[in-house]
């Protein structure tokens, strides 16, 4: 089978969607499926490039709202892939609006099958932006929902929750992202990253981009959490993972409130990522809204049998068993986050079961092999029809 993927953003790009995407394609060319994929150029000019045989189009960018790529004359372009490289699907994925959008008109028009992957619901929680959202919806993004012939979710839980997905309920089908457990598992050296920052304190981990379009991240309100952890006098050090254009808010914030010797900005750590989650005490994902549609970082953690503490929002609370692998705590709650990290931090035996219970269950329902199976599946079914 010949699948093209399209999403607005691609390896060597980080991101939860970036990495589902190439944890995707990894499988479908392990299984000697052929991949086109399509996705945005930061630049405003095409490029075509063949990475280990999967051809890539890298389509110009004209200019951005908030972090999503925009060119009227994507169309153009992706009818010309369309005719040169004749998929038997197309595969595009949300929330980043507007490619995938453009790519599900292309495939009715060439009557191909369209399978839409919706990570999450599009939300913003600046006015003007969550205006242009609910605007998307409107004029693209139902229509998109309307035409795909299955819609892939993260979890039941996250659709059924969702305004835009109940209308389409029959053609939803729950397929968990995936971790490589070979690249993240219990057997990762855990005293390096002590090491590596010559550290002796407790370590709380958040990975994440920190990007102004990413504040629903909810990284303030872990800063904040620390500072009230540092008043009880216990020994603690926040580390943060990611690059971002918001980074000097972040850093402001933490001088600000007079902890800014107690956060270490790391940047982006792609190939240490493992030992990261390996060395930490607990890895926090503090977010503020339904932008969250999984939390790809909560299951990366446990995989290395790393405690986790999420917030009762979006898919999170599909992901998390409360009191068991992790805790879940409320959003923008610095208070009640504080207390779950040091309740992580001074109960070790706690700290160990979650750990081992988190990564048996990674094993169980998150490895790449029934990802893989469960998309192929798909697929296949859609293309039969």
């Not at 075509?48 to 972090?67: G, V």
């Not at 600000?256 to 190939?271: M, V, Y």
């Not at 932008?291 to 503490?309: K, Y």
């Not at 009762?312 to 779950?340: M, Q, T």
Request: glycine share 6%.
């Amino acid at each position: 089978m010949k699948i093209l993927i399209v999403v607005p953003y691609f390896h060597p790009s980080a991101g939860g969607l970036q990495q589902y995407a190439l944890n995707l394609h990894n499988y479908l060319k392990d299984n000697k499926h052929e991949v086109v994929i399509v996705t945005s150029n930061k630049e405003n000019k095409l490029k075509e490039e063949k990475i280990n045989n999967t051809r890539i189009y890298r389509l110009p960018t004209l200019f951005r709202i908030s972090n999503t790529p925009i060119n009227f004359f994507w169309v153009k372009h992706l009818r010309r892939i369309i005719e040169t490289e004749k998929p038997d699907l197309i595969n595009a994925h949300l929330p980043v609006p507007f490619i995938a959008d453009l790519a599900a008109r292309a495939a009715k028009e060439r009557k191909i099958p369209f399978i839409l992957t919706y990570q999450n619901d599009l939300i913003k929680e600046n006015p003007l932006l969550n205006l242009l959202c609910k605007a998307y919806y409107f004029f693209l993004g139902n229509k998109t929902l309307e035409i795909s012939k299955k819609i892939i979710v993260n979890s039941f839980y996250y659709a059924e929750t969702s305004p835009h997905l109940k209308k389409h309920l029959k053609k939803v089908s729950c397929v968990p992202p995936s971790v490589d457990v070979k690249k993240f598992n219990l057997s990762i050296n855990r005293d390096w990253l002590k090491r590596k920052y010559n550290l002796k304190n407790n370590i709380v981990l958040f990975v994440g981009q920190l990007d102004k379009s990413h504040n629903h991240k909810g990284l303030k309100y872990l800063i904040e959490a620390i500072k009230k952890i540092k008043e009880e006098k216990t020994p603690i050090k926040l580390l943060i993972v990611g690059e971002g254009d918001n980074i000097n808010y972040f850093k402001k914030i933490s001088k600000k409130i007079g902890i800014e010797e107690d956060i270490i900005f790391a940047g982006k750590k792609e190939k240490t990522l493992p030992l990261h989650y390996a060395g930490s005490n607990v890895t926090v994902l503090p977010s503020t809204n339904r932008s969250e549609g999984f939390g790809i970082v909560l299951i990366e953690s446990m995989a290395c049998g790393t405690p986790v503490i999420g917030t009762r929002v979006g898919g999170i609370p599909a992901v998390i068993d409360d009191k068991k692998d992790g805790f879940l705590v409320e959003p923008k709650n610095s208070i009640e986050l504080s207390k779950a990290i040091k309740k992580i931090l001074t109960e070790k035996e706690l700290s160990k079961e979650m750990g081992l219970n988190g990564a048996k269950k990674v094993q169980e329902k998150y490895s790449i092999e029934k990802f893989g199976k469960k998309t192929l599946k798909l697929f296949n079914e859609v293309t039969k029809e």
